[in-house]
């Protein structure tokens, strides 16, 4: 079968890998018919140093399921299916509290000898708990939709909740990516009053406000903290999502945040410490978040999507094939698209 490979930074190839197979019981065999690039692989495309074995790629994508093991009991071969961007047994202590990235038995895909979502198919560890059949098939015009569910959605959706989104709070937004329009896309579902976007972007700040973003604060640093405070009678937002992971944007989200108020971190951290931690501490704030458990999220977030409510499928603004996959990368890495869809 054809996977997507990085070699090291710019790297990226199509080549032949050996075919997706069963191993374990739990496992399922699914040929993969939507995927996608996700920032968070730029970061290698950006840092990663030579290798000879290279990378399998991908983490978000659904498929059609063609072999089960023997132990499987919740999906069955024809279901269309969408995996989240970890894998877990659904059943463990940290599965039971909804915190599947954590799973005792869990892990992530394209690493440790298992496939990427970047290929023509892969093998599902703990099919049961990691897979979700979707109640619609792989040609439904919900595709790109259903497929944010693998995180980005999900991710943006962790984000609100870290950052205590709800009814009559204000929220702001830091990062105008997928992730950050999906945080928006949450944050008003959530029940946001004002949702300020923080981002520079004319495409993506256009779409944010489709999603319900109220202010654009395009200033970075200093004067994007002042802009904020500004817009915020002086105190800051309730809720800050930071949907980025530099140093910076952490400072920023940390700083505009006012006094009791929450900051949900999803961005992957690109720094070693903390900042702030003097003046978030004086002002009670509250900062949590981590990876999504995405697992957790797609029973409740499926429904609006299948019923039209939220179109976070809407970030998808370039689609490729698998052979496109390395000029995806560049075209995500130049900022010329937000977020690229693989069809199969
Ligand atoms: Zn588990």
Redesign the pocket.
Known sequence: MRATVMYSAGDVRIENVPDARLIDPTDALVTVTHACICGSDLWPYNQMEQTETGQRMGHEFIGVVETVGSDVRTVKVGDTVVAPFAW????????QEGL?TS????GWWARDGIDGGQGEAVRVPQAD?TLVVLPVGKDDALMPSLLTLSDVMGTGHHAALAARVGPGKTVAVVGDGAVGLCGVIAARRLGAERIIILGRHPDRIALAKEFGATDVVSERGDEAVERVRELTGGFGAHSVLECVGYEQSTVTALSIARPGGAVGRVGLPQHESIPTTLTTFFDNVTIGGGPAPARAYIEELLPDVLEGRIEPGRVFDRVTNLDGVPDGYRAMNEREAIKVLIEF
Not at 88 to 95: E, K
Not at 103 to 106: I, N, T
């Open positions: 877990s047994d659904g059943t463990c202590v940290f599965c599947h799973c005792l038995h869990g708990g």
